[in-house]
């Protein structure tokens, strides 16, 4: 793409040690990376680690290795990135920050004080975290991951970061959850836009054949396989043509019980694969639907499944759960959480199309 010399260039920052190379953040700087370059705008990524993104997109990184520390080093190079910012920041037109959601924005924040002529965007990949859900997932899924990501997920941090936010910035979200909350902390709609954080594939619908419903993950509690194979059996039990796809991860608090639920004896196993590991994105166009069958989130970013999955143009089946529905609900199917009636008759739904 040939761009003019007054092409504006805009620093995309996704800070995210560990994660952008694994998890859907990656999908979402990349997608904004190409969003830019096609309003003929000049786009750079900046990002923790060399590799983090393809050599293909133009980017700097702020270390070659990870240290001995994950904690030191991530405080280490996150000084260093507002030490980068501050020195480039005449250097660009617009900033465009990715973000976890509003209680932890402080880089744009950082941005705010030191940047206030420039223009700067951030994006929001999940909502903020409410109390009732902190203590759902706490107390009834025994998550003990889930008081340090409401620590830095909370509404009272929320509306502590408000307090710096700008009132003339753009804030993008993936779905009107998003923005009501963004309302509620005083931020006015018309600097709020709701949009894709990926772009969807064309994937064409399978004309013949059993219907591949598929689940990708691990066997956790909180992940609600157990649900799945129960539904699917009901499913199976209407007449439908259906298959089984699982992509296990390996790991997983009650994978010995999924495994049992699985056994020749009590599922049909011509109508199961069990893939193990694989490449998300071959095992996305082996499947027709992907169902997410999650009892809970705890986890600050949307799972990196949902992201790949929703590029690759598969279906998505999920629970209208606040931090799963609440972030890419343009691209998704949803079914009542907790619900497994709810979840069998949109898998029907889906069927009879």
Not at 174 to 188: A, M, N, P, R, V
Not at 268 to 288: C, H, W
């Amino acid at each position: 793409m040939k761009l003019s010399k007054s092409s504006k260039m805009v620093l995309i920052v996704a800070f995210f040690p560990g994660s952008i190379r694994y998890e859907g953040i990656r999908r979402v700087a990349l997608s904004a990376y190409d969003r830019f370059a096609n309003e003929k705008k000049k786009p750079t990524l900046l990002v923790p680690y060399k590799g983090d993104v393809p050599d293909s997109y133009s980017s700097f990184f702020l270390s070659e290795n990870k240290g001995f520390s994950k904690i030191i080093s991530a405080l280490i190079l996150y000084l260093r990135m507002l030490a980068t910012i501050y020195k480039s920041k005449d250097l660009y037109d617009e900033f465009y920050c990715i973000e976890s959601n509003p209680a932890s924005a402080f880089t744009t924040i950082f941005l705010r004080l030191i940047c206030r002529k420039q223009n700067s965007s951030v994006f929001f990949l999940s909502p903020i975290i409410e109390f009732n859900t902190f203590l759902k997932v706490f107390l009834t899924y025994k998550d003990f991951q889930m008081p340090l990501h409401y620590l830095f997920g909370n509404r009272l941090l929320a509306i502590f970061c408000r307090l710096f936010l700008s009132d003339t910035g753009r804030y993008y979200v993936g779905s009107d959850y998003q923005k009501e909350q963004l309302l509620k902390l005083g931020l006015d709609s018309k600097v709020i836009d709701t949009y894709g954080a990926v772009s969807p594939k064309s994937k064409n619908r399978k004309k013949s054949g059993p219907i591949v419903i598929g689940y990708l993950g691990h066997f956790s509690t909180i992940k609600g396989v157990d649900v799945l194979i129960s539904c699917f059996k009901e499913v199976l039990d209407l007449g439908f043509d259906v298959h089984l796809s699982i992509a296990w991860s390996g790991k997983g608090n009650c994978s010995d019980r999924i495994n049992s639920l699985l056994s020749p004896d009590v599922f049909p196993s011509n109508r199961l694969t069990m893939a193990g590991i694989v490449k998300p994105e071959s095992f996305f166009q082996s499947i027709d639907l992907l169902v997410l069958p999650y009892l809970a989130t705890s986890v600050p970013t949307p799972p990196a499944v949902l992201y790949e999955a929703v590029s690759s143009g598969t279906e998505v089946l999920i629970p209208d759960l606040s931090g799963l529905s609440g972030t890419l609900g343009k691209h998704c199917r949803f079914y009542q959480s907790e619900s497994r009636l709810s979840l069998v008759n949109k898998i029907v739904g889906f069927l009879n199309e």
